[in-house]
């Protein structure tokens, strides 16, 4: 989505749809936005965009009124365990057996599409923590409200399944999922740069630009300047990895959300070779995304789910004892890269003001019982002992 030369009243309106804070008010002043751009070539995809999310506002205008009312299905799902991992694929691609094979959740298995109309979770266990598998009803073309409050429930997630069918056209149906994700600001693949923009309120601080990567086209000014004409004039703008402008000017506008996946390749019980033509074909589209081919039906391709989600995650698992103490059976996880900082606050907040030091047994100590500080980067399997003042 790149904007091109918008004027000065849509710019005025799309402010307006920064400081919405509202469901309601955001529905407003997006429509107001959408009648101030003009109609050309260089603002289809922005165009695009601002009616797709239009149509996710209005789906959550209606999610919220029906949960008020006690009346239909509800797509909010709370998250559970390590992480939440939604399930997603076009019509009888076998969504709901995997779950139910996988979890024991009480989903709904047919012959027929459409059998679910809304998300069943259920829990997945790997090793000693639990992922949440959430089933979904399809996605498919021409079903917007419906294809949006499942996007609307990958939006939130930590990681997406997708599964296809290997005896109906899986490449084609995995395009469609990835085409439909993509379209809503979601991506399948890390992106080459990242742009944040974190508006400031406050003060008189200007448009800061803080470069955790660097930009390709442009300088720090370019950037402000180009900020100052949406009448953003207090903002941090963080930079990961490469960026451009066109970068800068679409997160002004939408940030692009990643969310690590995993295809399934479904029903190889009924055409093996098919099945894995069709993983080869997925892998050269996108060579980052794992691909399992499996059957439901057969229960088998499964073995390795859990330990490829985990990976994918980038999760750690850290054990926690107080000092004299057992270790506790349930671990904390963590982002892999996270500090002591981070187990001590997971523990209670007050930790970081009575922080003593911590002793760590495990792959990231140099030794047993290593005493170290809250910048120690822990690593999955360590136990951390926190010592705070009395």
Same mark, same amino acid.
């Given at each position: ?50 009616? /797709? ?25 709370? /998250? ?216 439901? /039906? ?67 100590? /140099? ?24």
């Amino acid at each position: 989505m790149l904007p091109t030369n918008l004027p000065a009243e849509a710019r005025a309106k799309w402010v307006k749809v920064m400081e919405a804070r509202t469901v309601e008010e955001k529905i407003s002043a997006l429509e107001e936005f959408l009648s101030a751009v003009p109609k050309h070539k260089g603002t289809e995809n922005l165009r695009m965009w601002a009616r /797709k999310r239009l149509a996710e506002l209005r789906e959550q205008l209606e999610e919220r009124k029906r949960r008020r009312a006690g009346r239909g299905p509800r797509f909010f799902i709370e /998250k559970e365990g390590a992480a939440q991992v939604i399930v997603i694929g076009p019509p009888n691609t076998g969504k709901s057996s995997i779950v139910k094979l996988l979890t024991g959740a009480k989903t709904r298995v047919a012959e027929y599409p459409f059998s679910t109309l809304e998300p069943v979770p259920g829990m997945l266990r790997y090793e000693d923590i639990l992922f949440q598998l959430v089933d979904t009803p399809p996605l498919s073309i021409g079903s917007k409200g419906l294809n949006n409050r499942v996007i609307g429930l990958v939006r939130n997630a930590d990681a997406v399944l997708i599964v296809v069918d290997a005896s109906s056209k899986p490449v084609e149906q995995y395009r469609f999922i990835v085409n439909e994700l993509y379209s809503s600001g979601i991506l399948l693949s890390k992106p080459r740069g990242r742009v944040v923009i974190e508006r400031q309120r406050a003060g008189k601080l200007g448009v800061r630009v803080a470069l955790m990567g660097r930009l390709v086209d442009c300088t720090v000014d370019d950037v402000r300047r180009l900020l100052e004409s949406y009448r953003i004039y207090n903002a941090l703008v963080k930079v990961y990895g490469e960026a451009t402008l066109d970068d800068i000017e679409q997160a002004v506008f939408e940030s692009r959300l990643y969310k690590p996946s995993i295809a399934i390749v479904n029903k190889a019980d009924l055409c093996y070779r098919d099945a894995i033509e069709a993983a080869k074909e997925i892998h050269l589209l996108n060579p980052a995304v794992p691909v399992i081919v499996a059957s439901a /039906k057969l229960g088998k391709g499964f073995s390795d789910l859990g330990r490829i989600l985990f990976r994918e995650l980038g999760v750690i698992r850290v054990y926690t004892k107080q000092p004299n103490g057992e270790v506790s059976d349930k671990p904390l996880v963590l982002k892999k890269g996270s500090t002591v900082y981070d187990v001590a606050i997971h523990i209670h907040r007050s930790f970081i003001d009575s922080f003593l030091y911590a002793r760590i047994w495990g792959p990231s100590a /140099k030794y047993p019982g290593e005493r170290v500080g809250l910048e120690h980067t822990v690593m999955d399997g360590d136990v951390v002992e926190i010592h705070v003042r009395s």
